[in-house]
């Protein structure tokens, strides 16, 4: 998936903290990328497992269900809902509030920045370490779901990798944000480049119309 | 670290301001006669919804602030240790959840619907059936946007697709550009009240509700809208006959012979709501099979595999985005919880010495000022966890019987009725300035059209809308018909 928002740099910046956080940009986004197409095949098999039980379970035909499949598809869930947290992050996907920041810009905009990934890169650490703890105890206790007596520990070790990773995204848009406030002349290099309303509607249309807009327009 | 950065005593209760459960810390200090206000929890709670706001506010991502908040208030509350472990917990326990699992496929339903070519046959039928009226073609896109809210949740990817479909053939017709472009920008929000939709699952799971009873009872408030849309167009179109010319002249032969365009559609929704009432499949399985139906047509419409490759890395980025909203927003609840901020905040509506539609009114009020700053998933988590018991307890609390209640709705219709109205008000924040997503959606696909002939069209439909909320108002049986048929 390419977004306008999304795109890389084909060099390193010249200036040394720039060349830090290109680097860094570069080495989390193959793990990224690779968690949203994770989750982008959970969803597919989560539409076919729901087909297949759809079938089995007809009364007309097999009338016997997949065994343990709400057990299963609960367990899948954090797949879909929580891996591709730090993609979400890098695309600026998650929803913010941007009635105040829309007025700043220069260096007062990339130090509100800075100060709102630092806090971005505070809770995902706390996440990560008390969702570890959390996996460690299902791990310890042998945790198992109630109907199919699947282990849980899996499926819950998924988020602290998600926050993981969420932290490093968070630690290079800090340091991202950081050095556009010391040089807010600088080429942006691994932060989110806030959109205006135009471009979130031109965002939106891309994703409803997809490729179609470009022959059409 | 945390720990031994707060020092020992950071496992009591008070741990960061040193308040938690101590009464003497008042936001008001007592007077001779009056007593202290917001004290001890509740100044906790008040401190960390500031504290959310201003994170926020700052451009924390919302989900983010709501984390921080909940995480720092819960340490406040309960201490370190407990406080922390319990907020470790959300972000698996709240979307483990199987209930939860039928927000991708109704995401996926609606990137694929595009690629299935649905729209624009919908849209064909449509025109041939009523486009004879006064401002047929207008009305014929209210009614296309309607059905095709049966295979999309999402308001402004409808008003991106009909922007592209029928507005074209609108101007072909010299029709009004406003009047075009604002049909376009309002029937997009009909997508989020008729299944399968989204926000109505989110909803569903914040109040504890049935998912199912949620996604029927926008059934019948969807059509509701789109009539009274309808019935705005044709007025206009009374008035101003140049605004919106009718479209005759098509055989009944042809109007037949555009209906089987229409039959996926029929088939999804169907899937959808027989599922539902009668139960036959669980929503989620109803939304996969909805799902799976539609990739097949858009299959056999040559979607290539980067097309459904695309469709689902869309899908899985805004379920993410969703769900990391969900579990932010219920750290900040847990915590919530412990404040006793939405008791307190449920027993100063109920006090109030105003009638109960005067204070709804007001909390509808509230809803559209902070629409005009949120996108609407995001305003509905954030607020409903304090607005949504006190608008409870203002009907008469969760076992009031119709009698007894204040809106004349026992607890359960209460509390969906209030979820349809919450979610249409959202919507209407979609269509008004300042940010109005759907008019720049539409602005954006049709550039020759200039925002401000967008907003200007869109004035009459929202006047519609706040007729229709009024309708569901007064009517609250529209909304709670059909749910009450499930419960039997």
Request: proline residues 6%.
């Amino acid at each position: 998936m390419s977004s306008s928002h999304d795109s890389v740099l084909p060099n390193p910046p010249p200036d040394g903290l720039g060349r830090l956080v290109w680097h860094l940009d570069r080495v989390i986004r193959a793990p990224e990328n690779l968690m949203n197409f994770l989750a982008a095949a959970a969803t597919l098999f989560l539409v076919l497992l729901g087909v297949v039980q759809v079938v089995l379970n007809a009364k007309w035909l097999f009338n016997s269900p997949i065994f343990g499949y709400i057990d299963m598809i609960e367990l899948a869930m954090p797949i879909l809902a929580i891996l591709g947290i730090s993609y979400c992050q890098r695309l600026g996907t998650h929803i913010r509030m941007d009635i105040l920041i829309q007025r700043f810009d220069g260096r007062l905009l990339w130090s509100v920045e800075t100060f709102a990934a630092l806090m971005t890169l505070m809770i995902a650490i706390l996440l990560m370490i008390f969702s570890w703890n959390f996996f460690a105890d299902a791990y310890q206790i042998g945790d198992s779901t109630t109907d199919a007596e699947i282990d849980t520990w899996p499926s819950k070790l998924l988020v602290p990798i998600a926050f993981a990773l969420l932290s490093f995204r968070a630690f290079v848009q800090t340091i991202g944000a950081l050095r556009l406030a010391i040089n807010p002349g600088l080429t942006p290099v691994g932060v989110v480049v806030q959109m205006d309303i135009a471009e979130q509607a031109q965002e939106e249309i891309r994703e409803a119309l997809g490729d179609a807009d470009e022959d059409a327009s | 670290m945390i720990q031994w950065l707060l020092g020992p005593e950071a496992d009591v209760p008070g741990a960061l301001f040193g308040i938690g459960y101590n009464f003497d810390y008042c936001l008001f200090a007592a007077t001779e006669t009056e007593p202290g206000a917001a004290c001890g929890p509740l100044l906790v709670g008040v401190i960390c919804i500031v504290l959310l706001f201003g994170l926020a506010l700052l451009g924390v991502r919302i989900a983010f602030a709501a984390a921080i908040a909940g995480f720092v208030g819960l340490v406040e509350m309960i201490g370190f240790t407990p406080g922390a472990a319990q907020a470790g917990t959300v972000p698996y326990a709240k979307t483990s959840l199987y209930a939860l699992s039928v927000l991708p496929p109704f995401i996926l339903i609606g990137f694929l619907a595009f690629h299935a070519g649905m729209t624009s046959k919908l849209f064909d039928a449509a025109r041939k059936w009523i486009g004879w009226l006064p401002g047929g073609l207008a009305v014929a896109t209210v009614m296309a946007q309607a059905g095709f809210a049966a295979v999309s949740g999402a308001s402004t990817a409808t008003a991106a697709v009909f922007s592209r479909v029928a507005i074209p053939e609108m101007l072909r017709f010299n029709y009004d550009t406003k009047l075009a472009a604002g049909v376009v920008a309002a029937g997009g929000t009909l997508a989020t009240l008729i299944p399968p939709s989204a926000i109505l699952v989110i909803y569903a799971l914040i109040v504890e509700e049935s998912v199912g009873a949620l996604l029927l009872a926008g059934f019948l408030p969807g059509i509701f809208s789109a009539l009274v849309y309808a019935g705005i167009i044709v007025l206009w179109a009374k008035f101003k006959p140049d605004a919106g010319p009718p479209v005759t002249g098509f055989s009944w032969s042809e109007r037949f012979r555009s209906l089987p365009g229409v039959i996926p559609i029929v088939i999804v929704a169907m899937i959808i709501i027989t599922a539902i009432y009668d139960g036959w499949a669980t929503v989620t399985e109803a939304g996969a099979l909805g799902a799976f139906v539609v990739l097949v047509i858009a299959v056999t419409q040559g979607m290539r595999f980067g097309g459904l490759k695309e469709a689902l890395m869309d899908t899985a980025r805004l379920t993410v985005m969703i769900f990391t909203l969900i579990w932010g927003i219920f750290i900040f609840v847990t915590f919530l919880n412990y404040s006793t901020v939405p008791q307190a905040f449920s027993q100063w509506i109920v006090d109030l010495p105003y009638n109960p539609y005067v204070i709804l009114f007001a909390i509808l009020i509230g809803y559209a000022v902070l629409g005009m700053f949120m996108d609407a998933i995001g305003m509905l988590l954030v607020t409903l966890p304090i607005f949504y018991p006190a608008v409870m307890a203002l009907n008469g609390g969760d076992y009031v019987t119709r009698e007894d209640s204040a809106f004349g709705l026992d607890a359960t219709e209460a509390s969906i009725w209030f979820g349809i109205i919450v979610v249409k008000m959202a919507e209407v924040c979609l269509i008004t300035p300042p940010i109005g997503l759907n008019c720049f959606v539409v602005n954006g696909v049709q550039p020759q059209i200039p925002l401000a002939h967008v907003f200007r069209g869109i004035l009459l439909f929202f006047i519609a809308d706040l007729l229709t909320i009024a309708g569901l108002v007064m009517f609250p049986e529209i909304v709670t018909w059909l749910p009450a048929l499930l419960r039997g």
